[in-house]
Nanobody, 124 residues
């Protein structure tokens, strides 16, 4: 069992930065693939980034590649998403999620545990 709590969201101007955190509880956090997803109003939830259990592998959606960086600190049971050069289209609720497989990291259905989300609003 893993519980996830996101934080760090807020209102930022276009071009600015935010760092989201995802605090996890549960002794097996370090064995999970962790993903970030987002959902904008009237849109489906979409994949943003994922990191393997060891942190050795990462992947990003094309829309955020080069601007967002995902990382994890297993000793602290915490996951991070550094978001730079934010755009208005990045406005959404951001969720972190934990799942056991890496092969389909982009698939929200693979993830077993989800946080409640944190709102990110980028003003233009």
């Amino acid at each position: 069992q893993v519980q996830l709590v996101e934080s760090g969201g807020g209102l930022v101007q276009a071009g600015g930065s935010l760092r989201l955190s995802c605090a996890a509880s549960g002794r097996t956090f370090s064995t999970y693939t962790i993903g970030w997803f987002r959902q904008a109003p009237r849109k489906e939830r979409e994949f943003v980034a994922a990191i393997s259990w060891s942190g050795a592998d990462t992947n990003y959606a094309d829309s955020v590649k080069g601007r967002f960086t995902i990382s994890r600190d297993n000793a602290k049971n915490t996951l991070y998403l550094q978001m730079n050069s934010l755009k208005s289209e990045d406005t959404a609720v951001y969720y972190c999620a934990a799942g056991l497989r890496w092969s389909d990291y982009y698939n929200s259905g693979m993830y077993d545990y989800w946080g409640e989300g944190t709102q990110v609003t980028v003003s233009s």
